[in-house]
C-alpha cells in the first residue's frame, strides 16, 4: 500500500492489484482500513490524479508494465524458514504476460537465491528480475518511504538494476546497486542486527536490576557513542511484529543451509523468549506470586504504537501467558477493538483499572502518560503498576498511592538528588 501510494505520489503511473476484490473496491473508493499515518491522504490524492488505481486481476494489469513489484507476503514456513509460495504463485500467474524488457522486482523479504528462483520459474531471458527490499517501520511508513535512509537494489542485470534505482530519484537518497544475492541479505542483515540489539538492551537491563544499576543511564551513556547510537536501546517485553520474527528464523535457516550456525543470532531469539518469561515473572509478584484469579488490566495490545497491527504482538504474547495462568484480563488500546481470545477488550482506558490488582502498560501509546493515575488508583483494588516500557512517569504513579515497576530501573534513580551537565 505505501509503495504504491508514495511512487504514484511522486509522478509514476501505478496500479495496485490484490486477490481480494471487496478491499480493491475499498480501496477504489479511497477507504483504508489500516492505521498508517498520512497513508490515507496520500492514496485519497493519487486517486484524484489519476496516476493510482487498484484492480483485481494481475495479468491484465502488467500487460502494459514498464516495472511489476511483487508485494505478497513471505510468512513464517515450516521450521521456520521463508515461506514464498505467494511469490512463486504470482510468478507463475503473469510470466507469460510480462512484457519482454519489463523489470520483475521482489519488494517482499525473499531469503538469497529467491531472484534467481524466480529467473528459473520464469523461463524468460527478456524479463530481468531485481531485489528492492524496503526499509519501512509501520506507524511511520510513508515518511520512511519519502525520507529514506538508503535505497538498495540488487541484480544480475546491471542495467535493470540501476533503473529501478532511478524510479527513487525524486527522494535524493543514496542508493546502493549491487548483486541480487546482496541485495537480498541486506534487508536480513540489518532487521537481524535491529533484533539483537533489541535482546542485548533487555539483558542488559535485566542485569542492571540485579545490580541495583538504572538502564535509563546505561542506555544514554551508551547512546552518545556514534558507534553504538541512540535507536533501539529501548527495553521493552520483547520485539514482535509482522518482521523481526520471521526474519530472524529465516535468517538462521539461510545460514543453516550454508553450512554455517549463527549461535549470536540464535542467542537473541532465547534471549527474547526470556525477556516475555521476565516480564511475567515481573507481574505475578505484583500480584503475590499467584496469577491464578489475578484481575489485571493491560494498556496497549499492538505490537507498537502507532499501529493496529497484532501480529506477533508480545502484548499478546504476554497476554496469553497470563490467562493460561488463570489471570483475568481487561485490555484496552487506542487502535484495537473487538474480541481476542483469553480477555474482555474495553473502549475507554481507566475501565482496565476497575478492580484490578495489576495494571501493566504493553504498548507505548503516548495517551497513557497523559492518564489521571490518582483517578486509577481509585478504581483499581489492588495498587501495582508495572510498566514494561518504561513509558510512564514514575514520581506521578507514586503519588497517588501505587508502587511502580519499570524494566532495568533503580528505585534510587527515581528519586535523584542532584543532577550534574
Known amino acids: 500500500m505505501t509503495t504504491g501510494a508514495c511512487l504514484a505520489s511522486i509522478g509514476h ?44 486481476g494481475a495479468r491484465a494489469a502488467v500487460a502494459e508494465a514498464d516495472g511489476v513489484f511483487l508485494c505478497v507476503p513471505t510468512p513464517m514456513g515450516a521450521g521456520g524458514s521463508a515461506d514464498l509460495r505467494a511469490v512463486e504463485a504470482v510468478t507463475a500467474e503473469i510470466g507469460d504476460v510480462v512484457p519482454p524488457g519489463c523489470a520483475l522486482i521482489t519488494k517482499s523479504t525473499v531469503p538469497v537465491g529467491t531472484s534467481r528462483r524466480i529467473r528459473e520459474l520464469l523461463g524468460r531471458d527478456d524479463v530481468p528480475v531485481v531485489s528492492n527490499p524496503e526499509f519501512l517501520r509501520e506507524g511511520t511508513a510513508v515518511s520512511d518511504f519519502l525520507h529514506p535512509d538508503r535505497i538498495v537494489v540488487g541484480s544480475d542485470d546491471l542495467a535493470a538494476a540501476h533503473w529501478v534505482a532511478g524510479l527513487y530519484d525524486e527522494l535524493a537518497a543514496p542508493s546502493v546497486v549491487t ?15 535491529l533484533a539483537t540489539k533489541l535482546s542485548y538492551v533487555n539483558a542488559v537491563a535485566e542485569l542492571c536490576e540485579r545490580l541495583g544499576a538504572d538502564i535509563e543511564a546505561v542506555t544514554e551513556g551508551m547512546g552518545y557513542d556514534r558507534r553504538i547510537g541512540r535507536s533501539f536501546l529501548k527495553p521493552g517485553p520483547g520485539w514482535g511484529g509482522s518482521c523481526l520474527p520471521k526474519d530472524t528464523h529465516a535468517m538462521t535457516r539461510i545460514a543453516e543451509a550454508a553450512g554455517f550456525e549463527f549461535g549470536l543470532l540464535r542467542a537473541a531469539i532465547d534471549e527474547n523468549v526470556a525477556q516475555r518469561d521476565r516480564i511475567i515473572a515481573k ?59 483469553g480477555m474482555t477488550v474495553v473502549d475507554d482506558a481507566y475501565q482496565v483499572a476497575k478492580g484490578a490488582h495489576a495494571v501493566v502498560v504493553l504498548t ?58
Open 179 to 193: 548483486d541480487a544475492a546482496s541485495a537480498e541479505l541486506v534487508k536480513y542483515a540489518a532487521n537481524c542486527f
Open 364 to 421: 507505548e501509546w503516548a495517551e497513557f502518560r497523559r492518564l489521571d493515575w490518582d483517578y486509577l488508583a481509585e478504581l483499581m483494588d489492588g495498587d501495582a503498576v508495572v510498566d514494561t516500557r518504561n513509558l510512564l512517569e514514575p514520581r506521578r504513579v507514586l503519588d497517588a498511592g501505587l508502587s511502580w515497576q519499570g524494566i532495568g530501573r533503580a528505585r534510587q534513580a527515581l528519586f535523584p538528588t542532584a543532577a550534574v551537565s
Open 283 to 341: 507481574i505475578a509478584g505484583a500480584v503475590g506470586g499467584s496469577l491464578a484469579g489475578a484481575r489485571i488490566g493491560l494498556l496497549g495490545l499492538a505490537f507498537k504504537a502507532g499501529t493496529n497491527d497484532l501480529r506477533d504482538s508480545p502484548a499478546l504474547a504476554v497476554a496469553s501467558v497470563l490467562a493460561a495462568h488463570g489471570a483475568e484480563l481487561t485490555a484496552y488500546d487506542p487502535a484495537v477493538g473487538g474480541e481476542l481470545p
Open 13 to 56: 503511473q501505478v496500479t495496485c492489484v490484490d486477490v481480494d476484490a471487496a478491499k480493491v473496491a475499498r480501496l477504489a473508493a479511497g477507504r483504508v482500513d489500516i492505521l498508517e499515518p498520512g497513508l490515507a491522504e496520500l492514496v485519497g490524492r493519487g486517486l484524484t490524479s489519476g496516476r493510482l488505481s487498484f484492480v483485481v
